[in-house]
T-cell receptor
Framework: DTGVSQDPRHKITKRGQNVTFRCDPI?????LYWYRQTLGQGPEFLTY????????KSRLLSDRFSAERPKGSFSTLEIQRTEQGDSAMYLC????????????FGDGTRLSIL | AQSVTQLGSHVSVSEGALVLLRCNYSSSVPPYLFWYVQYPNQGLQLLLK??????LVKGINGFEAEFKKSETSFPLTKPSAHMSDAAEYFC????????????FGAGTRLFVKA
């Protein structure tokens, strides 16, 4: 079990630029989740994949956000035309099937918009 | 719909003292409940979970929690605090209706005084 891996750990970019984050889940986990966490808050759900299928997107996920998991393994989260309000920690988690299965989190990607 | 309220954004205890972190949940169906811990600049780590069965669940690092259905609460306790317990703690709920969306509380930061 190598854990959930996220890359990069930190990203600093200018407003208006596009950014892409990568998440590598635990290999046998077929569920993958993206969350956003701002200072002093718990993680907020963004989107969820069951294998390669994106089954749910939060209303927090505007049309500037897109996520993919093309082969049911790693996932990418892209933010286009970044805004100041996008500054946050973006967390990825994975789990086995079953709603009682705990999610295993990566260390996150901290995005700072200048 | 599910929701989670963590009472107290900050809790301070002395080393060796009892740790008690409060969590109240709202769920229209029997919930699955989780406690996670987050250290600075890291992702969330599962402490313990309640799904079914025994209402007192034991987790890692000496923590335990009790599912109190009548009070809709899931308090986290540890008999004797250690300096290494200083971190942010999150309570989370999933409604076991086949949904997948985990709702997190806003977190409680635990300070441990020497």
């Amino acid at each position: 079990d190598t854990g959930v891996s996220q890359d990069p750990r930190h990203k600093i970019t200018k407003r208006g630029q596009n950014v892409t984050f990568r998440c590598d889940p635990i290999s046998e986990h077929n569920r993958l989740y993206w969350y956003r966490q701002t200072l002093g808050q718990g993680p907020e759900f963004l989107t969820y994949f069951q294998n390669e299928a994106q089954l749910e997107k939060s209303r927090l996920l505007s049309d500037r956000f897109s996520a993919e998991r093309p082969k049911g393994s790693f996932s990418t989260l892209e933010i286009q035309r970044t805004e100041q309000g996008d500054s946050a920690m973006y967390l990825c988690a994975s789990s086995l099937d079953g709603d009682n299965q705990p999610q295993h989190f990566g260390d996150g990607t901290r995005l700072s918009i200048l | 719909a599910q929701s989670v309220t963590q009472l107290g954004s900050h809790v301070s205890v002395s080393e060796g003292a009892l740790v008690l972190l409060r969590c109240n949940y709202s769920s229209s169906v029997p919930p699955y409940l989780f406690w996670y811990v987050q250290y600075p600049n890291q992702g969330l780590q599962l402490l313990l979970k309640y799904t079914t069965g025994a209402t007192l669940v034991k987790g890692i690092n000496g923590f335990e929690a009790e599912f109190k259905k009548s009070e809709t609460s899931f308090p986290l306790t540890k008999p004797s605090a250690h300096m290494s317990d200083a971190a942010e703690y999150f309570c989370a709920v999933i409604g076991n209706t086949g949904g997948f969306k985990t709702i997190f509380g806003a977190g409680t930061r635990l300070f441990v005084k020497a």
